[in-house]
């Protein structure tokens, strides 16, 4: 759950609509929506949370490479010539050309 030290309830986001949009775009920080001083819903600049999805792509990215790289270290998975050998084979290509 969002920690914040200033929620903003729905009706707190009515009177402050005009202002909120420059400041998302400003600080670039996400806002918390609260109820009942009760986090109900982040709103964020659009720009800063495609960075968010972007270093997120990159964290699962990363983190399935070192799960790769730990299987291959333990002995597991095959060759990349017999692997490239199953793929023709499944495709139903032919022979790599030399």
């Not at 009706?11 to 109820?35: F, I």
């Not at 659009?46 to 983190?63: H, N, P, R, S, W």
């Not at 998975?77 to 793929?87: F, K, Q, Y």
């Amino acid at each position: 759950m969002p920690e914040t030290t200033d929620p903003c309830s729905p009706t707190d986001l009515q009177r402050v609509a005009p202002g909120l949009m420059e400041r998302l775009k400003e600080t670039r920080q996400p806002e918390v929506l609260a109820t009942n001083e009760e986090a109900e819903v982040v709103v964020q600049d659009a720009e800063a949370y495609q960075e968010l999805l972007d270093k997120l792509d990159l964290a699962e990215a990363i983190v399935g490479i070192q799960r790769g790289l730990a299987s291959m270290r333990r002995g597991e998975g095959v060759r990349a010539e017999e692997a490239l050998d199953r793929l023709r084979s499944d495709l139903g290509a032919g022979a790599p050309v030399e």
